[in-house]
């Protein structure tokens, strides 16, 4: 399916919190499963609102540096927006036929 073949696009700001993130596995404060989570979440393309509230949770955390904060404030985040894009072959996935489609604008323009 073309969907499939489409690179994922994953915002600099998500690859900063997953870096962040992966160095505090090992901090006792940190719920190991949880942040794997986080991190599974944060390898997902995001909307721009998702994005957005990201960059202020990474504001908050540079002023604070609590990892234990951060990955709830995220967790928080993964269960308000869900999952962003399902799993290829997970059973969300919609299969759409031609029937299912419909040519809404059609523009033809010559030089």
């Known amino acids: ?7 994922k696009v994953i915002n600099p700001i998500q690859q900063t919190i997953a870096t962040l993130i992966q160095g505090y596995l090992n901090h ?21 609102t998702q994005v ?6 990474h504001r908050e955390f540079q002023k604070n540096m609590i990892p234990k904060a951060l990955i ?3 967790s928080k985040m993964r269960e308000k927006y869900g999952t962003t ?27």
Do not use: H, T, W
């Not at 940190?30 to 997902?44: G, H, M, S, T």
């Not at 957005?52 to 949770?57: A, C, T």
């Not at 399902?86 to 919609?94: H, L, N, V």
């Open 1 to 7: 399916m073309a969907l499939e073949s489409v690179p």
């Open 28 to 48: 006792p404060d940190v719920d190991r499963k949880e942040a794997l989570k986080v991190l599974k979440y944060l390898n997902r393309p995001m909307a721009g």
């Open 52 to 57: 957005k509230e990201l960059r202020n949770i």
């Open 72 to 74: 709830e404030k995220i």
């Open 85 to 111: 894009s399902p799993e290829s072959g997970s059973p969300e996935r919609i299969d759409l036929k031609r029937e299912d489609l419909q040519l809404i604008c059609f523009d033809y323009l010559c030089g």
